[in-house]
């Protein structure tokens, strides 16, 4: 799923993120219009952060997608899906190209749970999230 359907997802599980003490931040690489629009396309309520020239994506290994990652069958099978259940697909930001992930670091800065998406549809399992957020906080 692309990046806005996963932060979409993330949302509706915003409350479960409330009850385990769990802050969440969204990185973006895109600024201004693109930014707002963004905020307002997935309800984000969490900060934002611009990472222009993705010095945050390099440090994590997040890299960017081959042509054919982005634009091949499974690509265009994946969107048509989102189109079939009714989902808007919007306007790649201004490198449609760089991949995202997601990344879990604890309150002493170490990283629990990494993923770094092979393609724009190729997410972790929120629920894959939220175990490894209870393996941390169970110690």
């Known amino acids: 799923m692309p990046c806005r359907e ?3 997802q993330l949302r509706q599980r915003e409350l479960q993120f409330r009850d385990r003490n769990v802050d969440v931040a969204i990185i973006t690489f895109d600024a201004d219009v693109m930014a707002t629009s963004y905020i307002r396309q ?3 309520r ?3 952060l611009i990472d222009s020239e993705h010095r945050t994506y390099d440090a994590y290994g997040m890299g960017r997608g081959s042509w054919w990652s982005i634009l091949g ?3 265009i099978w994946n969107y048509l899906k989102l189109i079939l ?4 697909v919007h306007k790649p930001g201004s490198d449609y190209r760089q991949l995202g992930g997601d990344v ?3 309150p002493n800065g170490i990283v629990r749970f990494y993923f770094a998406s ?3 549809h190729d997410r972790p399992d929120t629920a894959e999230i939220f175990a490894r957020v209870d393996a941390v ?3």
Request: charged residues 25%; neutral net charge.
């Open 104 to 106: 879990l670091i604890d």
């Open 85 to 88: 259940r009714g989902r808007r």
């Open 118 to 120: 092979d393609s724009p």
């Open 42 to 44: 997935t309800g984000l």
């Open 6 to 8: 996963h932060v979409t």
């Open 137 to 139: 906080e169970n110690g």
């Open 46 to 48: 969490w900060p934002l």
């Open 73 to 75: 069958p499974a690509s």
